[in-house]
Each structure stands twice: as C-alpha cells, then as structure tokens.
C-alpha cells in the first residue's frame, strides 16, 4: 500500500416550378432543398452530408476520435471531438457510446474524464471530451476501443447523463472510494472542481502500481497538497473492506462519500453506511454490461402497450406490432423518414437493409427504426 498525503509524501421524379418572382434567400434555399430531394432520391442530401461533414448540425450525433494515449497496459483514453449537437455535461457524468464491432452496433456507457465545455472555455467547434476505457475480459467493445481504435475512428454518442455528479455547493469533506476504472468519473470530478474542494480523500485500489489509472497525475495532486491520496495496491495488500475504510479514514463517516467500482466493491459500501445510519452521505455509480445472446427472431416486448409476440427474424417489428394491435407510429415505412422511431430498452434487433445488429441493455437504450428491423433475439420496445 501507498499512502500520499498532502504535504506532498511520495510519490428522381418530374417537378413543376411557379411562375418566377422575385425570392427571398430563404425561399431560394428553401427550392434548393427540393431540389436536392429530387435529384438524390431515393437517399437525402443528408445521407451525403453525412459523408463528408459526419459531425455537422442536424447529423445524427457522431464523435471523431482524435487521439488514443495509453494510460496502463490495458486502459487508454480517447479524446473525441463530438458534433456539433453536443450539449456539454457535468463532471463525473457518463456517456453512451456505438461502436460497430464485427457488423453488431454495441451500446456502453463511459465516463467522461475532460474538462467540462463550461470550464474549458472552448468555442462549440473547438471541444474536445475525453472517456478513459479499461479492457476487461471478454468485453467486446472496450477490448475493440482499447486494442484497435485509432485516430480518426468514428463513433456514435448520446448525450451525457448521470447524478454521479458534485453538489453546487461543495461538501466540508469529500471521501471518494474507487476501485480499478471507478476511478474514471473521479478523475472528472478532480480536474474540474478540486480547487473548490478544501478537504479531499482519494481512496483507490488497483491490483499493482502500474495499474493504477492516472497514476501519476493523482500522485501530483497529492504532491501539491490538492487531495490525501490512500492507494491500496490487492494484489499485495488484499481488496478493500469496510473495517479498511474505517482504519484508513477515521474521518469517514463526516465525509461525503463518491464510489464507484466492481460490485463488490459498492455492496460492502451500501451495507456499511446504511447500517452506520448515513446512507444519504454514499453516492455510489454502477456500470454493468450487458452479454446478449442474438439469433434469428425472438419474443418483442412492447412495454407500454402490454403486449408479448413472438417474431422471426424476417418481419420488422412494425408489421408485427402493428399486427398484434400495437399503436405504432410510422411514415415512409423504408427507412427513409424516421417516423417509425422507437427506443429499443433491451435485447437485440437486426437491420434488415444490412444485416447489422443493435443492441440494448437495462441502462443503454437506443433508438431503432422498427420498419426496417427484425427482432434478433428477445427484445424490450418502449411502446
């Protein structure tokens, strides 16, 4: 184990046009569009911008990674420009992100370690965000982000989400409890707000020194006396226990509390200081993936509709709603419009136009288009 404190220690079709008169510019861009329309069908003008300007507004909501820096043997951190569309976030919130991994669309959600656009002052073109992602075992998408993303890679993003967030009105004492990658939101918090925070613990464990994510810039905060970091290294010393935090906090329970780490980990937590009678002072933040079993057709759940049916792997799940007595809503009924638009809140679909299959957990829902997709196992739909 490692103890730094403060002080510093170690370390196309017929169109007919009107009469001409004279347009303002929005008409004239107005015709344009029509135009555009026409001459691209059956695919928009969007469908094309979206090749050459992927982050622009209006586009679905993409990022461009920019770089990948290794932080351990098996974590990196990409730092992503977004589009356009993006809203900023608060420290320690999440992001979901799509990676296409062997023709499947996967869903997980990161915690964001930058800056937020707020503090970094940047203009919207300008920001830049940042998710650091540990490769665990068998994980399909952080094996892939951590083994084979490269500059330049695309990806899908939603907006950021999570409480796992700071009050506005900074705590006397602050406690956070993190193991392995729970030390990502962390990380967040520490680089927007530690200046605000006057007395700060960092307690984390890792299997060894070299493991510790953001070693050493956790180490400089210790040095110039910004927090008291406790690194507790289990390979040696064992995992975390709630009799360690007493003995290495005495403070603790006059702490507000952040944790985040394996499930373990947050249980022994919860149990602790609910039985200590301050379970309002533990924020705790749980990441969970999900492992889907896809296949051919399956039974749709349309959860506020109250109805189950069973589907292959051929019909898309309009018809099949539709055919069950299903309100759905719909429009072109090719893909083309997005009126069909739905959120998939579990399990697996297949678009039928590619073969590709998306899918969904508990906490990652997305969004589909149920005109051109089949169910691909069982799956969950929010109508």
């Known amino acids: 184990m490692v103890i730094i404190l403060a002080n510093g220690a170690p370390i196309v079709g017929d169109m007919t046009l009107p ?21 691209t069908t059956p695919l928009l003008p969007a469908d094309y911008l979206d090749l050459f300007s992927p982050l ?35 420290p320690g919130q999440y992001v979901r992100i799509g990676v296409d991994v062997d023709g499947v669309r996967n869903w997980r959600a990161y915690s964001l370690t930058s800056l937020s656009s707020q503090a970094s002052q ?51 004492k602050v406690l956070f409890l993190t193991a392995g990658s729970g ?36 180490r400089a905060l210790a040095a110039r006396g910004a927090i008291r970091l406790i690194e507790r290294h289990t390979d040696t010393a064992g995992t975390v ?11 603790w329970a006059q702490r507000q509390t952040w944790a985040c780490g394996p499930t373990g980990l947050l249980d022994a937590a919860e149990k602790h200081w609910g039985a200590t009678g301050i379970a309002d002072q533990l924020h705790t933040e749980r990441f969970r993936p ?31 709603g539709e055919e069950a007595g299903v309100l759905m809503p719909s429009g072109c009924r090719m893909g083309i419009c997005f009126g069909c638009v739905a959120p998939l809140r579990d399990g697996a679909v297949r678009d039928l136009r590619n073969g590709e299959i998306t899918t969904a957990g508990p906490q990652e829902p997305v969004l589909i288009q149920t005109c051109v997709s089949a169910a691909a196992g069982p799956c969950d739909i929010d109508l």
Request: hydrophobic share 45%; charged share 20%.
């Open 19 to 39: 009469v001409l008169t004279p347009w303002s510019a929005g008409a004239i861009a107005d015709r344009a569009r029509q135009l555009g329309k026409l001459v």
């Open 56 to 90: 622009r507004t209006g586009a679905d909501l993409r990022g461009q990674v920019l770089e990948v820096l290794p932080e351990t043997r098996d974590a990196v951190t990409l730092v992503i420009r977004p589009g356009r569309g993006w809203l900023g976030h608060r």
């Open 122 to 172: 940047t203009s919207a073109r300008n920001i830049r965000i940042s998710i650091t992602v540990k490769a665990i075992p068998d994980g399909k998408v952080s094996q892939h982000l951590v083994r084979h993303a490269t500059p330049g890679t695309m990806i899908m993003l939603d907006q950021a989400a999570g409480d796992f967030t700071l009050p506005r009105e900074s705590p006397a």
């Open 183 to 218: 030390i990502t939101p962390v990380m967040g918090m520490l680089r927007n707000a530690v200046d605000a925070l006057e007395d700060v613990v960092v307690l984390h464990s890792a299997p060894s020194a070299p493991d510790v994510i953001f070693r050493a810039e956790l």
């Open 241 to 251: 226990s709630p009799g360690d935090v007493t003995a290495l906090v005495p403070d």
């Open 290 to 320: 999900t492992v889907l079993a896809t296949g051919e057709g399956g039974t749709v759940t349309f959860a506020k509709s109250g109805v189950n049916l069973e589907s292959d792997g051929a019909t898309p799940l309009l018809d099949a």
